[in-house]
């Protein structure tokens, strides 16, 4: 069985450095390991719809989310997360919402994988 990789970064395009920093700045409570997201589960037992909030906590999936300046712009960052090993198959659909949100809070910012991998980036990378 392919295991997913422990590590995913994104790399997140801004307007402007300013916009840049906002965003890093208005991620932080949103990638704190404490923070749950809610996901309303809907069933139809017998065609009558029952449903239940499903609480989950970033880091119950992953071991860190962190945001990093890329050294060539600065109207660029890194969006570096890293899972938990034994993480169950919630962690993209968490990572997915995160990034939604940072699309619906910049929609002009542009978001791309940049690694996918087992091995951390080089600390030379991470500067923040």
Request: glycine fraction near 4%.
């Amino acid at each position: 069985m392919i295991q997913p990789p422990l590590y995913v970064s994104w790399i997140v395009q801004c307007e402007s450095p300013d916009e840049a920093r906002r965003l890093q700045r208005w991620l932080l409570p949103r990638i704190d390991l404490d923070h749950v997201h809610e996901n309303v589960v809907r069933t139809f037992p017998a065609g009558v719809e029952s449903s239940r909030v499903d609480c989950h906590r970033l880091g119950d999936y992953f071991a860190s989310i962190q945001t990093f300046s890329a050294p060539s712009s600065p109207a660029v960052f890194h969006l570096l997360f890293q899972r938990r090993p034994g993480a169950g198959r919630f962690w993209k659909d968490l990572m997915v919402r995160t990034l939604q949100s940072l699309h619906d809070e910049s929609p002009a910012a542009t978001i791309t994988v940049d690694y996918k991998g087992d091995c951390p980036l080089p600390p030379a990378e991470v500067v923040g």
